[in-house]
């Protein structure tokens, strides 16, 4: 299992920007990566995923055209670019892990398929 952390958390305005990045001491290129939410009171979210190609993301319906995955693979990070934030999207958000994995366009959206999880952090929009 991987160790994941994830950063780029804050207060941001509604419409305004942010961008999170989650990482690993080991290689993230092998494993299919999702990033999850949870606000309080509320059931856990998956709102992104991308597969070990990079070639293929799927995004829930509430960010669609608003957030965008990328892997950046020099720096062993999986981004997620944030933008037109709502208060809606309050919420702490976790980057998930599959388990070892060949380079595919596959990619998951359920959270079972999710063998690693990283400690979140906290992403607040309020003017």
């Known amino acids: 299992q991987l160790q994941l952390v994830e950063s780029g958390g804050g207060l941001a305005q509604p419409g305004g920007s942010l961008r999170l990045s989650c990482t690993s001491r080991?290689?993230?290129?092998?494993?299919?990566i999702g990033w999850f939410r949870q606000a309080p009171g509320k059931e856990r979210e998956g709102v992104s995923f991308i597969s070990t190609s990079g070639g293929r993301t799927r995004y829930a319906d509430s960010v669609e055209g608003r957030l965008t995955i990328s892997r950046d693979t020099a720096k062993n990070t999986v981004d997620l670019q944030m933008d037109s934030l709502k208060p809606d999207d309050t919420a702490v958000y976790y980057c998930a892990s599959s388990g070892p994995l060949g380079i595919s366009d596959f990619v998951t959206m359920r959270a079972e398929d999710y063998s690693s999880w990283g400690q979140g952090t906290q992403v607040t929009v309020s003017s």
């Open positions: 080991e290689s993230l290129e092998y494993h299919v």
